[in-house]
């Protein structure tokens, strides 16, 4: 993500993972476990930035999603198919969906009971489901979707724009317009369909399928192959110039509100995006996804933009005064490598996404033949708060300076380190290894000190959570 106004404090308070499990747990049916063995999933994934979110018991495979939006009413109807295996012998398990109206669950074909707490769609199977079984589970659904208004991050969650909806929002949104397992470390597959008024556009992630139109509606489809962290998820309804295209041999969409200029500087930064990505991928090694895109939206109401998989969503103020900003495409395609296809396995690691896309920003302007990378560095040392960490954050910064600067800052340190051979390598072995997965901070130190073949822990700490300004390298 990148941001366009500074970090406001997130009013908002964390609880320990333990803590707020049980608390979920007793109001849906107690801590304890079931007399044959089969329990209740967590009602969360344990991760204290994002209480709540996630569940336990369960791994999802894919969703397949089939939704219709009518804008002038603001109604959306959904059907979604999750296909999911059970980690443990499980009695109950938990989806989350904020909002909304639930009128049948079925796991497999049959019916399941299901009842709504708080976020929560809690779903009983009639039988058990054994750990390491597949099973699908199918929720029709239906409402005024609603948007999320956490403080820290501005609007997310499902917004109802002049000419349609934009879903959008880190670290939670999808669950505002399908019932998901809400943090990122499960990740799916994705198929959607979307189903809007005849003229209007509906984008998502993804590659584009066959467009079918009946009685005044027509149907986008979108395909995800690629696991997807559910935040990286986006539906964009409305009235857009969409360019369809190929890139190196993928498809390339890219769509620009209409309201906004056709030539200005929103449609010339977002037509630099195959450029970019292929200096990125000089870099990072190769594109991780299927296909490439991007999104401009006009509704200032988002004050960001948002690495979405394969096609990042960025709000108009980017591209204020007609000035070009390909710096935020350059951040917003980075992420394609750091957050999307390697991705947090908890929020408190969030510096392994934006450090690195920070750091992008940094390599692009030299490239394009602005300031160097090393002077950007040198630049943003003599400004650096060091009394804020960049691992655990804490939930009221986990989009502040530290995580995006400092974070950039420990990247370039470790490259004056080690080398710029050796660097690349790292940088190159982590997006292959951990290509599509999950990881965390440790994971990351642990694999350079392995492709370094040198110890670089007490480096990670200094640059990182050190207290006070670092040797320069
Ligand atoms: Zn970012």
């Known amino acids: 993500m990148a941001r366009t106004r500074r970090t406001r404090a997130a009013g908002r308070l964390t609880a320990t993972a333990t803590a707020l499990t049980c608390v979920v747990a007793l109001l849906t049916a107690g801590c304890t476990g079931d007399s044959d063995g089969f329990r209740p999933g967590a009602a969360d994934a344990g991760d204290p930035y994002v209480p709540g979110h996630g569940n336990g018991g369960y791994d999802v495979t894919h969703y397949g999603l089939d939704v219709r939006y009518d804008p002038p009413t603001d109604r959306l109807t959904g059907r979604a198919v999750i296909t999911a295996t059970a980690t443990q012998d499980l009695s109950r398990f938990n989806l989350d969906l904020v909002g909304l109206h639930v009128a049948t669950v079925r796991v497999g074909d049959a019916p399941a009971d299901h009842r709504r707490s708080d976020g929560e769609l809690v779903v009983t199977p009639r039988d058990g489901l054994p750990r390491g079984r597949q099973f699908t589970v199918s929720v029709d659904y239906a409402g005024v979707p609603t948007a999320v208004e956490d403080g820290s991050l501005g609007s997310g969650g499902f917004l109802h724009t002049a000419d349609g909806a934009v879903a959008l929002g880190q670290p939670d949104s999808a669950a505002t317009w399908f019932p998901v397992n809400d943090h990122p470390s499960d990740k799916a597959s994705f198929d959607l369909a979307v189903t809007v008024p005849d003229g209007v556009a509906a984008l998502s992630n993804g590659v584009p399928g066959p467009k079918s139109s009946a009685d005044g509606w027509t149907t986008w489809r979108w395909s995800e192959r690629t696991p997807m962290a559910s935040y990286l998820s986006t539906l964009v309804i409305g009235d857009y110039r ?3 295209g190929t890139h190196a041999g993928r498809p390339m969409v890219t769509a620009v509100a209409a309201s906004l200029p056709a030539t200005g500087a929103a449609a010339s930064s977002l037509a630099r995006t195959g450029e970019i990505v292929d200096f990125l991928a000089s870099r990072f090694g190769p594109y991780p996804f ?8 006009a509704d200032e109401r988002i004050g960001y933009a948002l690495e979405t998989q394969s096609r990042p969503v960025y709000g108009p103020a980017f591209f204020a005064e007609d000035q070009p900003n390909p710096g935020v495409v350059a951040h917003e395609l980075a992420h394609q490598w750091f957050g999307d296809s390697v991705s947090l396995t908890r929020w408190g690691d969030i510096w392994l996404n934006e450090g ?10 030299e490239h394009d033949g602005g300031r160097t990378a090393q002077r950007n560095f040198e630049l943003q040392y003599a400004k650096t708060d060091w009394s804020q960490p960049s ?16 974070g950039a800052l420990a990247v370039h340190a470790l490259r004056r380190t080690v080398g710029d051979d050796t660097f690349f390598r790292i940088l190159r072995t982590w997006t292959t290894e951990r290509a599509t997965g999950n990881a965390t901070t440790a994971d990351l130190v642990t694999l350079a000190e392995r492709v370094a073949g040198r110890q670089l822990r007490p480096l990670f700490d200094a640059w990182l959570v050190g207290g006070s300004a670092p040797t320069l390298p």
């Open 242 to 244: 969409v360019v369809t």
């Open 290 to 297: 299927e296909s490439y895109g991007g999104i401009v939206i």
């Open 356 to 365: 690195f896309a920070s750091y992008a920003e940094w390599l692009w302007e």
């Open 391 to 406: 691992v655990e954050p804490g939930r009221e910064l986990m989009f502040g300076t530290a995580v995006y600067k400092r």
